[in-house]
């Protein structure tokens, strides 16, 4: 390899700055093929011949018939056997704003058809869910009889009545989400399968015309989910958060004018967030709005559109810990909201930390936070430092992804995973002899349910891997609907996508098996069959013992694949515990040497470090081209 940068290695005396531990790099796409399984499993209704989690079977086949409706489908929302509407919503409208970011990077991997599988399965759902313009049924089952019973769904003898909302019996918020959602969708199915998209769209158009024209909370309508689901945020959100939704699926001016008419007497310009999630959707509006922005889109909306944006940059810097109202953080690292399910913060806010990353990348600014201008790369890092530790890289060693790594929770709060399969044992499992058998079994669960995302740890890293223990160990489908748009965009790297262009997603393609890595490799080249304009290559070049502790040199190479000049480089470099010989410290992220202006196509410059653990994690922050 000609022109390639030499740097030498100084003295083993410097290796006494290193720290003693780090955690090996994490395959995203394996834990984004996982993640879709997780939906599998959740599956109510007659299950497709495609089913991938076979220990699953039909379930809830009369749900809506003593109604006179067909509500058969849907997702269960989370450990129980409950169809919960307002948690549902959100999760399709999260998995379909997942897909409009990062469905390419989900094809280049062969996930997509899976995704938007697990989609259609919501909308098709709600679309029988919406037999009238102003009718939308929010609810099939009663949290309370359910949760007295421990039964798997096949079968379940619990009271299966259904709940909706009418211009009598107001839900904007239920309504709201779901029109979000279906709009969302609509604009995943936008060329593989038009008639179906304009379907969604339809319904969108009426879901929110009703939830605007009569407003009120769905959880006064549907008071059997005030205990489990209940709206705590009001309505005004989902409203906001569905005309962004409409407008961004249909380019109606009138969706945009709701935003800028609405947005200060609606809270979209006034609360500064810490929190999104499937009650208060302000910081995904803000988000969205900020992005409208960037696009050049806002029109005469333009200063209610800063205000906008300045709420969603507020939610950024706290994330970040750089704003004037941070959000907590476990002494691991981890974002913490709450102790009942706090994964469902993280992931969310996970995501809305990545794509603000690439609008700010697209349209070339920084983000700007009371502490200073930050880099679009920072909020990147931050994202994937939490996805790290939701895959193992925290005190306990523990996946928090059920079936991910070597040490994952073996006893979650599930009914259908804990008890044995009816494919396995037919015998009708009654609904307090599942309590009596299978609830308090200490032993592991009989299915895997490969993918799920658990409530996750306390404020102090700590977890206790029992099934009684919900707060922690119940997954949720929207613990995992933001979290596949983060790990498409850590598998594919840089790819020099802008995200502020028209939504274009690929066709699905037929399932590409993406091969196990080798444990222990010692070399960590970019698979051939997925190029990148710049690819990084690393390798263990050679370890010795020092003071009782075992150091290694590695050695990194980054290579101009475009065929142009690359005229700047930033790298963003993680989980380094020594000194780096070969680059220049710009900030938070990493330069050519001094010696060193740009990097011809076709060549490549080294860089080595040295600590007692393993490999960095290296990745393109940005890069410009000649």
């Not at 005396?13 to 834990?31: E, K, R, T, V, W």
């Not at 909302?165 to 609509?186: F, Q, V, Y």
């Not at 998209?197 to 024209?213: I, T």
């Not at 200060?264 to 922005?293: H, I």
């Amino acid at each position: 390899m000609d022109k390639l940068v030499k740097v030498t290695c100084l003295s083993h005396l410097l290796l006494l700055l290193c720290l003693p531990f780090a955690f090996a790099g994490h395959d995203y796409g394996q834990a984004l093929s996982k993640s879709f399984l997780f939906f599998e499993a959740q599956r109510s209704g007659y299950l497709p011949h495609t089913q991938r989690v076979t220990w699953r079977s039909h379930s809830g086949l009369q749900d809506g018939k003593a109604s006179g409706v067909d509500l058969v489908g849907g997702y269960y929302d989370a450990g129980d056997n409950v169809k919960f509407g307002l948690p549902m919503a959100f999760t399709v409208t999260m998995m379909s704003w997942s897909i409009i970011e990062y469905g390419k990077q989900m094809a280049a991997s062969g996930e997509l058809s899976h995704a938007m599988d697990a989609v259609k399965w919501g909308t098709d759902y709600f679309i029988k869910a919406h037999p009238q313009p102003y009718v939308l049924y929010g609810e099939v089952g009663d949290g309370n009889s359910d949760h007295y019973c421990w039964q798997r769904p096949e079968d379940m003898t619990t009271d299966r009545r259904a709940y909706k909302i009418d211009p009598s019996n107001p839900g904007s918020d239920l309504a709201g989400e779901t029109a979000a959602a279906m709009a969302a969708a609509s604009i995943v199915f936008r060329h593989s399968n038009p008639s179906y998209s304009s379907e969604l769209l339809r319904h969108a158009f009426q879901l929110f015309e009703f939830a605007d024209k009569y407003r009120g909370k769905y959880d006064s309508s549907i008071d059997v989910a005030q205990k489990y689901y209940r709206s705590v945020s009001g309505y005004n959100d989902e409203l906001l958060w569905a005309a962004a939704w409409l407008y961004q699926a249909s380019k109606n001016q009138y969706y945009l004018d709701y935003l800028g008419r609405n947005g200060d007497s609606m809270g979209g310009t006034g609360w500064s967030m810490t929190e999104f999630g499937w009650d208060v959707k302000y910081a995904g509006v803000q988000t969205l709005v900020a992005k409208f922005l960037m696009q050049g889109k806002a029109g005469l909306h333009g200063a209610v559109f800063e205000r906008y944006q300045q709420k969603a940059e507020s939610f950024m810097c706290s994330c970040l810990g750089k704003g004037s109202r941070n959000v907590q953080k476990t002494p691991g690292g981890l974002i913490f909201r709450q102790r009942w399910n706090n994964m469902q913060f993280v992931t969310s806010a996970s995501f809305l930390a990545t794509v603000y990353s690439d609008y700010l990348a697209s349209s070339a600014k920084y983000l700007k936070c009371p502490s200073g201008n930050v880099a679009p790369a920072q909020l990147l890092s931050l994202a994937k430092s939490q996805v790290d530790y939701i895959l193992g890289d925290n005190p306990r060693a523990t996946s928090y992804m059920v079936g991910y790594g070597s040490n994952f929770p073996q006893r979650v709060h599930h009914r259908g995973s804990s008890i044995v399969s009816v494919k396995v044992n037919p015998t009708f499992v009654s609904c307090r002899g599942g309590y009596a058998t299978w609830f308090s079994s200490k032993g592991s669960d009989p299915n895997l349910l490969t993918g799920a995302i658990v409530g996750g740890p306390d404020a102090y890293d700590n977890f206790a891997d029992e099934r009684d223990n919900y707060e922690q160990t119940e997954p949720a489908t929207y613990n995992n609907a933001p979290l596949i748009g983060v790990l498409a965009r850590l598998n594919a790297g840089h790819g020099g996508y802008n995200q502020l262009l028209p939504v274009a997603l690929p066709s699905p393609k037929p399932l590409v098996t993406k091969p196990q890595p080798t444990p222990n490799s010692k070399s960590t080249p970019a698979p051939a069959s997925s190029w990148r304009p710049i690819s990084i290559q690393q390798k263990l070049t050679t370890s010795w013992i020092a003071n009782a502790k075992t150091y290694y040199r590695y050695s990194t190479v980054v290579t101009n694949n475009s065929g142009k000049t690359l005229k700047s480089l930033n790298l963003s470099i993680s989980k380094l515990y020594g000194p780096l010989w070969g680059l220049t410290k710009s900030a938070d992220s990493y330069t050519f040497p001094s010696w060193l202006n740009s990097l011809p196509a076709g060549k490549s410059l080294e860089f080595v470090y040295i600590h007692s653990a393993s490999q960095a994690d290296v990745s393109v922050a940005n890069y410009l081209l000649a």
